[in-house]
């Protein structure tokens, strides 16, 4: 990407300012002003407020750089699981964890943000839903309370995990997965054996 801005001769700055005018977006950050000037000038965007406030639109060459550029605003979008008593679902969903510190030495809960961050991850991801996502998480500390919760993850791990590379794992989902299916829930229902 910047290879091919600096061939157009641009900064990173007026590419954003582009942006923002192509999505509808604010602008920010960066000093607009001094920005739009030069864009008008190098004729990637045109004014047409016609002296009634500020009104900007891409010229085609603009427009053409977006698309070289691949722009895909979908990651912007909030999952619809998360529109809905997202902070409550979180709450709850944190107090179903230990107070303090795990075996492994690291808090059991993590902070609000770094959860809602996961959490948007995971509904772009699964089609679960916080009905679900609770009972699993339920089901998976209370298996680990039966062994101290030596070797849990915390709040934030068990929602995603990075692996090997740039892929994520979700020990929630496989527990979402077993909550759906009706599997292992009785704990107590392990295949035993009598020996005589």
């Not at 075996?103 to 772009?124: I, M, Q, T, V």
């Not at 929630?172 to 997965?177: E, G, V």
Request: hydrophobic share 35%.
């Amino acid at each position: 990407m910047f290879t091919q801005i600096l061939k157009e001769n641009l900064s990173p700055n007026q590419l954003y300012v582009i942006y923002c005018i192509k999505y509808n977006r604010p602008v920010s950050v960066v000093n607009i002003h001094q920005e739009i000037r030069i864009l008008v000038s190098d004729e990637w965007i045109k004014d047409e407020s016609n002296g009634k406030g500020y009104k900007y639109a891409l010229t085609p060459k603009a427009d053409l750089l977006l698309d070289k550029l691949s722009f895909d605003i979908k990651d912007d979008k909030v999952p619809e699981e998360m529109k809905v008593n997202v902070l409550d679902n979180i709450s709850q969903y944190i107090e179903l964890f230990p107070k303090g510190k795990l075996p492994s030495g690291k808090p059991a809960r993590a902070d609000k943000k770094n959860l809602e961050n996961n959490f948007k991850w995971f509904f772009a991801n699964y089609s679960y839903t916080w009905d679900t996502v609770l009972k699993a998480t339920a089901f998976y500390v209370d298996e680990f309370e039966k062994v101290n919760f030596m070797y849990m993850r915390t709040s934030q791990y068990f929602i995603r995990k990075k692996e090997d590379g740039n892929t994520f794992a979700s020990e929630l989902a496989n527990y979402c997965s077993i909550v759906e299916s009706g599997d292992d829930l009785d704990t107590d229902n392990h295949f035993k054996q009598n020996v005589v």
